[in-house]
Nanobody, 123 residues
Framework: QVQLVESGGGLVQPGGSLRLSCAAS????????MGWYRQAPGKQRELVAS???????NYADSVKGRFTISRDYAKNTVYLQMNSLKPEDTAVYYC?????????????????WGLGTQVTVSS
């Protein structure tokens, strides 16, 4: 019942900006940490940015100063503002969240993933 849906990907020129969104929906009791991962062809999936339920953010060194992660708690949505994009940022970006679904007996969180959204940075 719980799912994550990303949006906002696309084609952008180097130096441009994109804003990714990830909305969690379904029977959700609580969302703990949320984050963005990316995977380029032939490379492993890597953490781009994460944000805790308290709003503490963490970034990969490669995106520090360029990307900003934020949350809209009322909308169960996490955003990734991507500025000064570089060709090496090209990848499929995946949303991840630790979620406690409604109705669980022990309030155990589980990992959920979106299907990904393509970000292509090219001139």
């Amino acid at each position: 019942q719980v799912q994550l849906v990303e949006s906002g990907g696309g084609l952008v020129q180097p130096g441009g900006s994109l804003r990714l969104s990830c909305a969690a929906s379904g029977s959700i009791f609580s969302i703990n940490a949320m984050g963005w991962y990316r995977q380029a062809p032939g490379k492993q999936r890597e953490l781009v940015a994460s944000i805790t339920s308290g709003g503490s953010a963490n970034y990969a060194d490669s995106v520090k100063g360029r990307f900003t992660i934020s949350r809209d708690y009322a909308k169960n949505t996490v955003y990734l503002q991507m500025n000064s994009l570089k060709p090496e940022d090209t990848a499929v970006y995946y949303c991840n969240a630790h979620i406690i679904p409604s109705g669980t007996l022990y309030y155990t969180s589980s990992d959920y993933w979106g299907l990904g959204t393509q970000v292509t940075v090219s001139s």
